[in-house]
């Protein structure tokens, strides 16, 4: 069975039967399941817009951006609580603390928190805090944490693994799937491909938002932030996603006013809450509008 026309061999159907749009009839050619956060919804004509700090480094700074997201008119608050980090070295995450100041974040704002899972022994900790859980690049094919995520039914947004097929990304999708929770959101992060790391830290595919969306019903979302990993292209590259057809995206900012810590973790890519209020302005300026032709109808 090929993959919109491209000369993919591998059997969506027999790999990911319950997330696949051709197994399931109900979807039609372009329909997209509503996947609900609280009050959001992904899926919907308007796109999903998620921004806050790579981390929750402490209650000032969260806050701090907490209240920008929400000012921005954006809809869900990010915070990296447990940080997937190169070296055991480096700041990992205030943990327990983090999910703390999280949902002091969200009473005051009443955004809701998408923070990361990355031990599947601390699924239900994490979730008690977050609306939606996030699995992380480097664990997209951790297959006990996908079961977890996945028979404890909160919305999951699942990662692209950085050098993972479409086809594995969808198998991710369906491990969650297989225990009953189909409110899965995907989300683009960048992909290792030969000039990583030159001038960009990976490669925004944007090829994978229509091919994704010929094959499944789930939402499709972007994260411009860790697949640029300089923030003067998070804008650009934002809009390109936006116009690509994507349901959301997910975007990681730092205070600018003087005198702010530096952020602990992925400041190269951190943007203002000023080029997020444009960003957020642009997605809903074009919110409905429908791309001509579906570039991956099958
Ligand atoms: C993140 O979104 O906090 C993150 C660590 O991203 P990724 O898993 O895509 O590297
Ligand atoms: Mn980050």
Redesign the pocket.
Known sequence: MSIAGATASADLGKICPLVSRRMNAKYGRDETLAVRVEHVEFGATRPVIIGGP?SAESVEQTLELAHAVKACGADML?G?AY??RTSPHDFQGLGLEGLEILREARLQTGLPIVT?VMDPRLVELVGEYADML?V???NMQNYPLLTEVGKFGKPVLL?RG?AASLCEWLGAAEYIAKEGNFQIVLCE?GIKAYPSGEYSRFILDLNVIPALQGETFLPVIV?PS?ATGISSMVEPASRAALESGCQGL?IEIASERPGAARPKCDAAQAISPTTLQRIVEFAHGRAGQKLESKACAV
Do not use: L, T
């Open positions: 790579c990010r990296g940080k997937p990361e996030q992380g690049s480097r990662k950085m992060r994260d860790h997910m």
